[in-house]
């Protein structure tokens, strides 16, 4: 049973920066596609940040420039960069796992305030 295990998140001012860090049991950061995704109150979970076994990544477009998604095989972690945050990046941040099976953290509390 993978694990996965979200940290770094709380609260920020608006252009602040903050690190999300996800760290894996198992081997599975560098054999799975790797993704964040977060839910806002009353919103659907949408996709944030992804990058691929082969390492292509790709952002929602309300994050690209200022997110960066990034893999360390070597401590089975995966990290999003948050820089120049806003307001509406506030939610809950999830890390995903997929690999045949879809695996999730259990969230991690992102606030920013204006």
């Known amino acids: 049973q993978v694990q996965l295990v979200e940290s770094g998140g709380g609260l920020v001012q608006a252009g602040g920066s903050l690190r999300l860090s996800c760290a894996a049991s198992g081997s599975i950061v560098s054999i799975a596609t790797m993704g964040w995704y977060r839910q806002a109150p009353g919103k659907q979970r949408e996709l944030v940040a992804q990058?691929?076994?082969?390492?292509?990544?790709n952002y929602a477009v309300s994050v690209k420039g200022r997110f960066t998604i990034s893999r360390d095989n070597a401590k089975n972690t995966v990290y999003l960069q948050m820089n120049s945050l806003k307001p509406e990046d506030t939610a809950v941040y999830y890390c995903n796992a997929d690999r045949i099976v879809s695996y999730w953290g259990q969230g991690i509390q992102v606030t920013v305030s204006s």
């Open positions: 990058v691929t076994r082969g390492g292509s990544k």
